[in-house]
């Protein structure tokens, strides 16, 4: 199984601040990389797909990049709502389509 | 609009079994494949279970397999997992998750499972 590696678990900045997430892959999943939002007490949200696509109504401030075992993911300006949790996620070919260990977000 | 509603969860002691079912409406059911991930308290996203659109392929995180068995009914647009042999550390919220893609564009609320004597 494919195994992802998320850092940091946790993050504290301010608001305005560029935030950088960072994820590596076990083996090269190409661009078959995901990333979540998950705020308290709800289900996750798809922010990005793809490693660098914009899921449609989520705001341009997110971003994604990487191919291959290195992924990254950008908030160009944090803003109070983006408080969460953020997840990675590879969906290489078959099932189980594993997840990173989460970045905690804090203000 | 795009609806998952997941029943089912509840107390079960170790050991016991339990049905999750999902229900699902607002777009063509038997047209996507569907998972079930986990969270377990204070902890982070876990894989469980996927099928594919008709049901003909189903996988298993290694965690579960031999013990949860997911399955469809395309004819009532619902999702299920019979989970068996349950284990203390299977307490969870359990989400059912439309896959679009690679992603999962939709999750539905969740549903609690805890195991406890």
């Known amino acids: 199984d494919i195994q992802m590696t998320q850092s940091p678990s946790s993050l504290s900045a301010s608001v305005g601040d560029r935030v950088t997430i960072t994820c590596q892959a076990s083996?090269?999943?190409?661009?078959?990389l995901n990333w979540y939002q998950q705020k308290p007490g709800k289900a996750p949200k798809l922010l990005i797909y793809?490693?660098?696509n914009l899921e449609p109504g989520v705001p341009s401030r997110f971003s994604g990049s990487g191919s291959g075992t290195d992924f990254t993911f950008t908030i160009s300006s944090l803003q109070p709502e983006d408080v969460a949790t953020y997840y990675c996620?590879?969906?290489?070919?078959?099932?189980?389509?594993?997840f990173g260990q989460g970045t905690r977000l804090e203000i | 609009e795009v609806q998952l509603v997941e029943s089912g969860g509840g107390l079960v002691q170790p050991g016991g079994s339990l049905r999750l079912s999902c229900a699902a409406s607002g777009f063509t059911f038997s047209s996507h494949a569907f998972h079930w991930v986990r969270q377990a308290p204070g902890k982070g996203l876990e894989y469980v279970s996927a099928i594919d659109s008709t049901g003909g392929s189903t996988y298993y995180a290694n965690s579960v397999k031999g013990r949860f068995t997911i399955s469809r009914d395309n004819s009532k647009n619902t999702l299920y997992l019979q989970m068996g042999s349950l284990r203390v550390e299977d307490m969870a919220v359990y989400y059912c998750a439309r896959v679009g893609g690679g992603g999962y564009e939709y999750w539905g609320q969740g549903t609690l499972v805890t195991v406890s004597s």
């Open positions: 083996q090269d999943i190409l661009n078959f």
């Open positions: 793809d490693a660098s």
């Open positions: 996620q590879q969906y290489d070919h078959l099932p189980p389509y594993s």
